[in-house]
Nanobody
Framework: QVRLVESGGGLVQPGGSLRLSCEVS????????MKWYRQAPGEQRELLAI????????YADSVKGRFIISRNYTKSRMVYLQMNNLKPEDTAVYYC???????????WGQGTQVTVSS
C-alpha cells in the first residue's frame, strides 16, 4: 500500500517562508513524476510544481521564482516544496501527488494547510 503524507504547513506572515515535506512510504517499485498542488476554498485544485523522473522541474507561473520542488530518495523517499516570499493568495491546502508503482497509480496525500496572514 503506497502512502503519501504531507507535513510542514502552518501560519506564516506575508513575505515569509515554509518548507513542505511529502514522505512516500509502502511497497514501492518505482516513483515517476511527483507533483505539488494546492486548493483554496471555492477554487479548483491548482498544479504548482512537477519533478520528473530525471529531476527536471516545472512550475506554474503563479509560483515560478518563489517555490522550489526537490526530492531526496537516499534514506527515505521525500519530496519537498520550499516556498519563499509567501503572499496571502498562497493560502490553501497543499497536496503532494505521485505516479508510483506498485500497483502503478496516481497517489495523493491528505493535504497540509498553509495560511499566509499578518
Amino acid at each position: 500500500q503506497v502512502r503519501l503524507v504531507e507535513s510542514g504547513g502552518g501560519l506564516v506572515q506575508p513575505g515569509g517562508s515554509l518548507r513542505l515535506s511529502c514522505e512516500v512510504s509502502g511497497t514501492i517499485f518505482s516513483i515517476y513524476n511527483m507533483k505539488w498542488y494546492r486548493q483554496a476554498p471555492g477554487e479548483q485544485r491548482e498544479l504548482l510544481a512537477i519533478i520528473s523522473t530525471d529531476g527536471t522541474t516545472t512550475y506554474a507561473d503563479s509560483v515560478k521564482g518563489r517555490f522550489i520542488i526537490s526530492r531526496n530518495y537516499t534514506k527515505s523517499r521525500m519530496v519537498y516544496l520550499q516556498m519563499n516570499n509567501l503572499k496571502p493568495e498562497d493560502t490553501a491546502v497543499y497536496y503532494c501527488q505521485g505516479r508510483i508503482s506498485t500497483p502503478l497509480d496516481d497517489y495523493w496525500g491528505q493535504g497540509t494547510q498553509v495560511t499566509v496572514s499578518s
